[in-house]
């Protein structure tokens, strides 16, 4: 797919560390002055660094699937430096870990976070009272989508199956951005042809929600699984969301 056309900057991963105030933002602990240090660990020679502050991103960054100021430019980072080689290094697996290199999984944390700005995410907000226009963060992910979006789409053709399948997972909920909805067309043989087809009940089941919620055919696509797979699965969407901060400091107090 290709975005030559696309009016989406590219980004620029440094640039993003230098110029952004991280003390003035937050994330699940309070003051972002520490983020610079988790984001740049995810290139970090050693794999228990590496995997340090993939798990950071979760479980500080966007814990519990929450957006905070610094979630959006931490965002940036990371869709930055997916062309990076060294995003194909390994992380360590823990039992609910999809499989595939560093950039599958930092595809995936992409995935999680867009999540909580698509159409669904907002429509729950405002049912309680919260609208999400007035949430600067969910502001900031909005902003940066198609951004997002044009790092993310370079790995639709991927040739690692796991990368491009993450690939594909997240570009679904960027292009509920009115200015990508048009590549909506362009995503659906994807849809079906990558997650459909793939080996996750997990990715088989987003590809049918979404090509239901786009208004496409879903005949012949279906996902079997034992009630209360969710829960008990080896692989569990967007697995290390829930993991505890392995940093100092308290939990966050929710």
Known sequence: ????????????????????????????????ANVPEMLTGLLDLSEGVRSRALGALHSVVHHQNTLYTATALAALYVA??????????????????????????LLGWLDSVANEACDEAAAISRRCGFPPEEYPPYVEICRIRPQLFRSASAYLDDPDVHVREAAVSTCIPLLDDPHL???RVALVPFLREVLAASALWQYRERSIEALTSWGEDTTGLKVRRERYAFCDSEHNPWPRADEPWRGDGPEPPF
């Open 1 to 32: 797919m290709s975005l030559e056309q696309e009016f989406a900057e590219p980004i620029d991963p440094a640039g993003v560390l230098s110029a952004t105030p991280w003390g003035d933002l937050e994330h699940a602990y309070g003051p972002a």
């Open 80 to 105: 930055g430096i997916l062309d990076d080689e060294r995003s194909l290094w390994s992380v360590k697996k823990n039992a609910r870990s999809f499989p595939g290199p560093m950039r599958a999984e």
């Open 181 to 183: 909805l048009h590549h």
